[in-house]
């Protein structure tokens, strides 16, 4: 699967620790739009994180070939910010799935390209202990690390979503 990661799951899954296991998901490519690099990731150890995980090649560049007004008419549309809607026009274009924790920007994206088609970081967290890239005490100490780190997340996931 071809994931787009939007920054609200860059950030959670960086401030959960997990994003280098994560993305080395060999089931999946991870990508990022440059106009978050450029306008998004503000902290210089998130920026030297994810710089490191494009060098590496587990992480890949998709320079932005969205069209200004496909941006526009997703920003009118939906009223998200510009990484998310950027994030949103590359899966339109090519295909991908949106891996985001932004709640508007998930019920926009089911909207736009079907729910199937949207995942959150909790999702690959889940997916990392079923594929025993976590253990399962490992993927909820990241959970709520990520939650006490400011992650705007669900609250009551416990054992049993990450675990079963």
């Not at 998901?25 to 030297?48: A, R, S, T, W, Y």
């Not at 710089?51 to 997703?74: P, R």
């Not at 994030?87 to 339109?92: F, L, Q």
Request: glycine share 8%; hydrophobic share 40%.
């Amino acid at each position: 699967m071809d994931i787009v990661l939007d920054s609200s799951s860059i950030f959670n899954l960086i401030n959960g620790g997990c994003i280098d296991k994560l993305t080395s998901m060999k089931e999946h490519k991870f990508f990022i739009g440059d106009l978050i690099m450029d306008q998004e990731i503000l902290n210089p150890l998130q920026q030297v994180i994810v710089d490191g995980l494009i060098q590496k090649g587990i992480l890949v560049l998709v320079s932005s070939e969205v069209t200004t007004s496909q941006i526009i008419n997703l920003q009118n549309k939906y009223g998200l910010g510009l990484g998310e809607t950027e994030c949103m026009a590359i899966c339109i274009n090519k295909g991908f799935v949106i891996c985001t924790d932004d709640l508007k920007a998930r019920k926009s994206s089911k909207k736009e390209f079907g729910e199937e088609n949207v995942i959150g970081s909790m999702s690959l967290l889940r997916e990392g202990v079923r594929k025993l890239f976590l253990q399962c005490d490992e993927a909820i100490d990241m959970y709520h690390t990520m939650i006490i780190k400011g992650g705007f997340l669900p609250k009551k996931l416990n054992e049993d979503y990450f675990c079963q």
